[in-house]
T-cell receptor, first 109, second 116 residues
Framework: LAKTTQPISMDSYEGQEVNITCSHN???????ITWYQQFPSQGPRFIIQ???TKVTNEVASLFIPADRKSSTLSLPRVSLSDTAVYYC??????????FGKGTSLLVTP | GAVVSQHPSWVICKSGTSVKIECRSL??????MFWYRQFPKQSLMLMAT?????????EQGVEKDKFLINHASLTLSTLTVTSAHPEDSSFYIC????????????FGPGTRLTVT
């Protein structure tokens, strides 16, 4: 399983854009990059998944450079309810996810 | 996104008893289901991988006779904690996946187990 590295914590004010970068130097050809959000005492919630370039959905964007050794999750205009732990994972479909410590995001007024 | 449910959402049991937790994929057929455990302030730890119709594969250090996993259909997997002890108290989370490379893995809401 490819290992990922991401900041332990980040702080932001409401309304700002937050970018969380994750490095995954050993990503394999078949691996996808997936981001999850987790609130206390809840299961992780799928945010976005991508393979290369850029992916955008209604809640976030995912930027993946050509070498795929890193990725950046972009959360536009965060609110207090975006305070959570964000996990970056790389996986081959159907296989278990190796959760690291994630990034604890704190959004304040 | 896909929906995965767990039941119960929380359970309290006495030491020495067994507890069964169900995990269901509600709107897709899950060829593979995973069981994770999460202790306070820690990340998720994989316990076992369960493929429909076959025996589960357990991670190192997880006792297969204590944590019984059954994956009898493409929409249901169960985890039974046998002879539970206080140290088994934790947050148990399942996830479901298919072999479709475009498909993400979806998680259930989790089950809080407290053993007294």
């Amino acid at each position: 399983l490819a290992k990922t590295t991401q900041p332990i914590s980040m702080d932001s004010y409401e309304g700002q854009e937050v970018n969380i970068t994750c490095s995954h130097n050993n990503i394999a050809t078949n691996d996808y990059i997936t981001w999850y959000q987790q609130f206390p005492s809840q299961g992780p919630r799928f945010i976005i998944q991508g393979y290369k370039t850029k992916v955008t959905n209604e809640v976030a964007s995912l930027f993946i450079p050509a070498d795929r050794k890193s990725s950046t999750l972009s959360l536009p205009r965060v609110s207090l309810s975006d305070t959570a732990v964000y996990y970056c994972l790389v996986k081959d479909s159907g296989y278990a996810l190796n959760f690291g410590k994630g990034t604890s995001l704190l959004v304040t007024p | 996104g896909a929906v995965v449910s767990q039941h119960p959402s929380w359970v309290i049991c006495k030491s020495g008893t067994s507890v069964k937790i169900e995990c269901r994929s509600l709107d897709f057929q899950a060829t593979t289901m995973f069981w994770y455990r999460q202790f306070p302030k820690q990340s998720l730890m994989l316990m076992a991988t369960s493929n429909e119709g076959s025996k589960a594969t357990y991670e190192q250090g997880v006792e297969k006779d204590k944590f019984l996993i059954n994956h009898a259909s493409l929409t249901l997997s169960t985890l039974t904690v046998t002879s539970a002890h206080p140290e088994d108290s934790s947050f148990y989370i399942c996830s479901a996946s298919t072999r479709d490379p475009n498909r993400a893995q979806y998680f259930g809401p989790g089950t809080r187990l407290t053993v007294t």
